[in-house]
T-cell receptor, first 116, second 117 residues
Framework: AQTVTQSQPEMSVQEAETVTLSCTYD???????LFWYKQPPSRQMILVIR??????QNATENRFSVNFQKAAKSFSLKISDSQLGDAAMYFC?????????????FGQGTRLTINP | EAGVVQSPRYKIIEKKQPVAFWCNPI?????LYWYRQNLGQGPELLIR????????DSQLPKDRFSAERLKGVDSTLKIQPAELGDSAVYLC???????????????FGPGTRLTVT
């Protein structure tokens, strides 16, 4: 079974600075998807960024980018120019590309605090 | 485009009472998921539907939990009887047809926070 580990329960950063959240995963599959979700106090899980394992290029979405290291099974999220609205729980998630195996496997989450 | 809708947002019940949660997925999304999120943890899948068929319910505690999606659109998750350990946030998500081979994107609702006293 696949597992996802987020080793940082909490992180904090000054507004406008850059922060990196860590995620590692364990799988024997070669084709899969990786995601970062943001969960603010409203509880709604919001998709931040997605990476396909067969793509070597790291995904980027505006101020959010990932460092995907397939051999090391590492998938970190970098948030540049942090804003107060970025404060939330961040979850790393794995999904197999195998048809019929669509569930997301989540890590334990990292609580990100933005200091003004 | 409307997102995934869930109700109620909050529910407080005494143990041994029944409770039900409702989910309306994004229009056109034939895959629907129910996740449970315990405090301080990531969500865990309870059940996944493809249209009205439950195709993955291996994590659903079938002695007290049940779910249905009769017309392949809205879904209801029920707990009867509830136990103290069922206190959690119950999240519903949906995805487009063919997501098994496609983008893999799941869209979540705001969840229902259940407190069992």
């Amino acid at each position: 079974a696949q597992t996802v580990t987020q080793s940082q329960p909490e992180m904090s950063v000054q507004e406008a600075e850059t922060v990196t959240l860590s995620c590692t995963y364990d799988t024997s599959e070669s084709d899969y998807y990786l995601f970062w979700y943001k969960q603010p106090p409203s509880r709604q899980m919001i998709l931040v960024i997605r990476q396909e394992a067969y793509k070597q290029q790291n995904a980027t979405e505006n101020r959010f980018s990932v460092n995907f290291q397939k051999a090391a099974k590492s998938f970190s999220l970098k948030i540049s120019d942090s804003q107060l609205g970025d404060a939330a729980m961040y979850f790393c998630a794995y999904r197999s590309a195998t048809r019929g195996a669509q569930k997301l496997v989540f890590g334990q989450g990292t609580r990100l605090t933005i200091n003004p | 485009e409307a997102g995934v809708v869930q109700s109620p947002r909050y529910k407080i019940i005494e143990k041994k009472q029944p409770v039900a949660f409702w989910c309306n997925p994004i229009s056109g999304h034939n895959t629907l998921y129910w996740y449970r999120q315990n405090l301080g943890q990531g969500p865990e899948l309870l059940i996944r539907y493809e249209n009205e068929e439950a195709v993955d319910d291996s994590q659903l505690p079938k002695d007290r939990f049940s779910a249905e999606r009769l017309k392949g659109v809205d879904s209801t998750l029920k707990i009867q009887p509830a136990e103290l350990g069922d206190s959690a946030v119950y999240l519903c998500a949906s995805s487009l047809p063919g997501a098994g081979q496609g983008s893999g994107k799941q869209y979540f609702g705001p969840g229902t926070r259940l407190t069992v006293t």
